[in-house]
C-alpha cells in the first residue's frame, strides 16, 4: 500500500508562484512514474506533467514553459514547481503513483490563482 500526501498549495496572485510536494510511503516510488493531476470545478480531471523513473518529463501544452516536475527518490517526494500562475490554473491538484498495475491516489491540495 502507498500513501500519498500532497502540501503546498494555496491562494497566489496571477503572475505568482507555488511549489506543490508529494510525499510517498513505501518502498517502490523510485520504479514509480509519479504524475501531478487537477480538476476544476466542473470539469474533468487532467494529467498536468508526468515524471517516470526515469526521470523523463511530459506535460500538458498549457502548461509548458511555466511548471516544472521533479523527483527526490532519497526523499520520496515529487515536486510541482508552478511560475507565472493564472486564474485559469485554479484547481485541485492531485498527485498519482503508477506501478505496473497499481495506481494511488493522494486527497488533493487546493491551488487557487486571483486575478
Known amino acids: 500500500q502507498v500513501q500519498l500526501v500532497e502540501s503546498g498549495g494555496g491562494l497566489v496572485q496571477a503572475g505568482g508562484s507555488l511549489r506543490l510536494s508529494c510525499a510517498a510511503s513505501?518502498?517502490?516510488?523510485?520504479?514509480?512514474?509519479m504524475g501531478w493531476y487537477r480538476q476544476a470545478p466542473g470539469k474533468q480531471r487532467e494529467l498536468v506533467a508526468v515524471i517516470t523513473s526515469a526521470r523523463i518529463t511530459n506535460y500538458i501544452d498549457s502548461v509548458k514553459g511555466r511548471f516544472a516536475i521533479s523527483r527526490d527518490n532519497a526523499k520520496n517526494t515529487v515536486y510541482l514547481q508552478m511560475n507565472s500562475l493564472k486564474p485559469e490554473d485554479t484547481a485541485v491538484y492531485y498527485c498519482?503513483?503508477?506501478?505496473?498495475?497499481?495506481?494511488?491516489w493522494g486527497q488533493g491540495t487546493q491551488v487557487t490563482v486571483s486575478s
Open positions: 498519482r503513483s503508477d506501478w505496473g498495475s497499481r495506481t494511488y
Open positions: 513505501g518502498s517502490i516510488f523510485s520504479i514509480s512514474t
